[in-house]
Each structure stands twice: as structure tokens, then as C-alpha cells.
């Protein structure tokens, strides 16, 4: 069975620091992706990122960057110099490839609070 | 449309009642989604379209709920004798076809209440 697990359910961290949110997965697929979404007080889900199982390569995108390691199965984001902005519940997400399941699971979300 | 639309965005509603959520998907988008997110928790997944056909239904959690989307656009999603555990977000998402490595565009739900 496909599952997305998120052991930090909340994290507090003051303005500028860094904070990794992780994420750990479990699936039989080789060929897989990986997502992070933001979803801020307003609610709406916000895409971040996709990464497919073939590339390890790690990814920065400004303050983010985000860890790929199928040898632990993991996906950790790290959010460097942290702003109260960020600020938001954050979600790991799964999505097994062309031979399975289409949807997109989900993990149970880590909500990050950033103190000014 | 720019983005992807659900009304109502809240529903009030009575125990047993019959209720319909409604989502507008962004213009070209075949693929269509239906997910239910509980207090504090993660988005679950209840039903995906392909074009017109519901090709993974196996999320529903009983025959109460009923999804359709007759022309390939629009989707409503339906709740029969409503209970108070059926209260949560209902949220669509859209993407442009299916594949494993397209991302979902997500509306800002459908708050259901069941007094």
C-alpha cells in the first residue's frame, strides 16, 4: 500500500530561522512523484513542487529547497530564513505512476508557525 | 476560467438533508478531482474524472455520495441523507490531462456543515 507520512504535526520557529519539514513515503512503484503543497490560513491549496522517482538531483527555488532520497524514502523540505509568511500547513503528497492508482495521496500535513 | 471554482462556499445544512457541491474546472483541463479534508487533516481523495467517466470511484465512503460530470466540464458533487460526520471541506482540483506527473490546481473548497 501507497502511504505519505508527516511525523511533525506542528513546528513553531522564530523569524529567520531555518526549519525542514520531513516527509516519509512507503510504495512497491518505481515509478512515482513527489509533491509539496502549501495550504495558508485562506485555505487554498498551493502547489510548490514535483518531483518524479527517476531524479535525485536536490532542488532550491529561493528560501526552498527540498531533499529527494529514495534510499530512506524521503522528501524533506527546508525553508531557510524563515518569514512569518511562510507561515501555513504543508503537505507531502504521492502519486503513484502510469500503472496505478492516479490519485494523488496525501499526507496528514505539518502546520508551521513562524513567531516575529 | 482563471482558476478553479466551487460554490457554494459554505453550506448549512440539516441532518438527512440532500445537498450539492459544485465545481467548475479551469478551461482545458480533462481531469477532475474530488477530495474531503477534515479538521487538522490532509486532503482525502473521493473520485477522479476523466473526461465524463469517473474512473477511480474508490474513494466515496458509501453509496451516499454520487459524483458526476455529464459534459466533461462541470461536476457536482452529491450527498444523500446527510450525517453530522459528512461536515468537512470539500475540495476540487483540476489538471490538464491525466498523468502521473501533472500537478492539480486546487479550488477553495466547499465548507458543508451538518447540524
Known amino acids: 500500500a501507497q502511504k505519505v507520512t508527516q511525523a511533525q504535526t506542528e513546528i513553531s520557529v522564530v523569524e529567520k530561522e531555518d526549519v525542514t519539514l520531513d516527509c516519509v513515503y512507503e510504495?512497491?512503484?518505481?515509478?512515482?512523484?513527489l509533491f509539496w503543497y502549501k495550504q495558508p490560513p485562506s485555505g487554498e491549496l498551493v502547489f510548490l513542487i514535483r518531483?518524479?522517482?527517476?531524479?535525485?538531483q536536490n532542488e532550491i527555488s529561493g528560501r526552498y529547497s527540498w531533499n529527494f532520497q529514495k534510499s530512506t524514502s524521503s522528501f524533506n523540505f527546508t525553508i531557510t530564513a524563515s518569514q512569518v509568511v511562510d507561515s501555513a500547513v504543508y503537505f507531502c503528497a504521492f502519486r503513484g505512476g502510469y500503472s496505478s492508482a492516479s490519485k494523488i495521496i496525501f499526507g496528514s500535513g505539518t502546520r508551521l508557525s513562524i513567531r516575529p | 476560467g482563471a482558476g478553479v471554482s466551487q460554490t457554494p462556499s459554505n453550506k448549512v445544512t440539516e441532518k438527512g438533508k440532500y445537498v450539492e457541491l459544485r465545481c467548475d474546472p479551469i478551461?482545458?483541463?480533462?481531469?477532475l478531482y474530488w477530495y474531503r479534508q477534515s479538521l487538522g487533516q490532509g486532503p482525502e481523495f473521493l473520485i477522479y474524472f476523466q473526461g465524463t467517466g469517473a474512473a477511480d470511484d474508490s474513494g466515496l465512503p458509501n453509496d451516499r455520495f454520487f459524483a458526476v460530470r455529464p459534459e466533461g466540464s462541470v461536476s457536482t458533487l452529491k450527498i444523500q441523507r446527510t450525517e453530522r460526520g459528512d461536515s468537512a471541506v470539500y475540495l476540487c482540483?483540476?489538471?490538464?490531462?491525466?498523468?502521473?506527473?501533472?500537478?492539480?490546481?486546487f479550488g477553495a473548497g466547499s465548507r458543508l456543515t451538518v447540524l
Open positions: 518531483r518524479n522517482s527517476f531524479d535525485e
Open positions: 482540483a483540476s489538471s490538464r490531462e491525466y498523468s502521473g506527473a501533472n500537478v492539480l490546481t
Open positions: 510504495t512497491r512503484d518505481t515509478t512515482y512523484y
Open positions: 478551461s482545458g483541463h480533462t481531469a
